[in-house]
């Protein structure tokens, strides 16, 4: 290497064209002059030439020189440091690499070359073959043992996670290679697999077939875990029930859930699991059909006493009611009331009875004392205009005491203000009332 670098001269060559264009009459000379000492320095071996030894070679023909100029040559002319020495290491190794990475491509014109020349410059993509393969084989069969020999639901889940780690292995294996067998690379490796296309196939279906069964497996257990929701809900409605309506619905709930069980594949291992489970729930809902027949009369009790319910009340509507239409109301929930003791004690639905049967007792209660104000009304306004009769008809006879006429005025007026408000002759009533009160204020003026 020159005692003057390349970039050094480069960067002198520029400014002593700069300051011999200054010097129209001598720049020219000057600077064949200069150049010519550049051009040695560049040309000796030895150090590199110091600030003062370049100064010297322009220094008398260029005195206006820059020193910026001479300054960055002065750092040009010096040996490589350290970043510049990795550089270009790392530039022959990235170039080395790149290399490598281009003989290792899937081209067999390429491959095929190289392995009969420098066979070791492919050994990037033999280990790597060779590292995908002992692990596809290793995780097939962990998955093999996980799916095929699984005794809980979390062993497919497991399993999932090897046959996806196998397959990507799989996914890396050099296909353009099968059936290649590195001979210089196992000669040292301890290669004792052959890697061949029926192999590659065989375990290719065999992963596939695993995901198909881990996927029918886990469709399985969801559905499994749905049902047995579905179940106990259904269980825990039907207990809860208070009409026959909800313990109507309940049971529809059980039996979809029954159905949903032995709907559920046999041949995997939740399908087993349902089996077990479908004979308890089955053995439940036939105990739960003795009760529930119970439940259907006793329903059906609860439901006739509502409708002798419904009838009483929609007739003791708009009030006030004869006698007869009141002992009618009166009938009708005394049936209901009949129906719901018929509901024994053991029964879900005696609760619901007891609680209709008051209502309904203090309802009839009400009914029976309005028929017997409305009796009693009837009766007592008979009676005042039986009176009422008698005394117009004793009333003009010589015989007669007016004392005892005031008496018989004051015994209707009694019987008329007995006549009970709300009943239907209390109208009636009052007009017969204010008619007596005004004659006995005329008699008592006499």
């Known amino acids: 290497m020159g ?10 060559r520029a400014q002593v064209d700069k300051c011999a264009a200054d010097d129209a009459l001598a720049g020219g000379v000057y600077r064949k002059m200069v150049m010519k000492r550049l051009e040695k320095l560049r040309s000796q071996n030895g150090t590199f030439a110091s600030r003062e030894e370049i100064r010297d070679t322009f220094k008398d023909e260029f005195p206006t020189f820059s020193e910026e100029a001479l300054k960055a040559a002065v750092k040009a002319n010096q040996p490589p440091g350290l970043f510049s020495k990795i550089i270009w290491i790392g530039g022959f190794l990235g170039a080395g690499a790149g290399i490598i990475w281009l003989v290792n491509l ?48 979390a062993d497919f889940e497991y399993g999932d996670t090897k046959v996806k780690q196998a397959q990507k292995h799989l996914d890396a294996l050099p296909v353009w290679f099968l059936g290649y067998y590195p001979k210089t ?17 065989a375990a290719r279906k065999n992963i596939g077939r695993m995901d198909a069964q881990i996927f029918q497996q886990k469709n399985a257990f969801t559905e499994l875990n749905q049902v047995e929701q579905t179940l106990d809900a259904a269980k825990q409605q039907y207990q809860q029930a208070k009409t026959a ?37 089955e053995r439940d809902f036939q105990a739960m059909g003795g009760i529930a027949t119970g439940s259907v009369h006793a329903d059906n009790l609860i439901e006739a006493a509502k409708e002798f319910a419904l009838s009483a009340a929609v007739a ?55 028929l017997q104000a409305e ?14 009769a008698n005394l117009q008809n004793n009333v003009n006879s010589p015989s007669q005491n ?29 007009k017969w009332l204010q008619s007596a009160r005004k004659k006995q204020q005329e008699w008592q003026k006499k």
């Open 3 to 12: 005692r003057l670098t390349d970039r050094a001269f480069d960067i002198l």
């Open 106 to 153: 899937p081209i067999p014109i390429i491959r095929h070359s190289v392995a009969n020349t420098f066979p070791i410059l492919l050994m990037p993509s033999f280990s790597s073959m060779d590292y995908n393969y002992r692990q596809a084989i290793a995780l097939v069969e962990q998955s093999d043992q996980l799916v095929n020999k699984a005794t809980a639901a």
């Open 185 to 201: 690379y196992c000669s040292f490796s301890g290669c004792t697999w052959r890697f061949s296309v029926d192999e590659f196939q």
């Open 245 to 281: 309506a909800d313990r109507q619905k309940a049971t529809g709930n059980w039996q979809s859930a029954i159905d949903r069980l032995n709907q559920i594949p046999a041949e995997t291992l939740a399908g087993e699991t349902a089996k077990k489970k479908l004979q308890a729930a």
């Open 316 to 370: 003791s509507q708009k009030p006030p009611h004869p006698a007869a239409q009141w002992e009618q109301i009166a009938g009708l929930w005394e049936e209901g009331i009949n129906r719901l003791k018929m509901v024994p004690v053991d029964n879900p639905g005696y609760l619901d009875a007891q609680t209709k049967l008051a209502q309904y007792q203090k309802n009839l209660g009400i009914s029976q004392i309005r």
């Open 375 to 388: 009796r009693d009304s009837e009766k007592a306004l008979q009676e005042a205009k039986s009176l009422f």
């Open 402 to 430: 007016p004392s005892n006429s005031l008496g018989q005025l004051q015994q209707i007026i009694n019987q008329l203000e007995s006549v009970k408000p709300g009943t239907t002759v209390y109208p009636e009533s009052q």
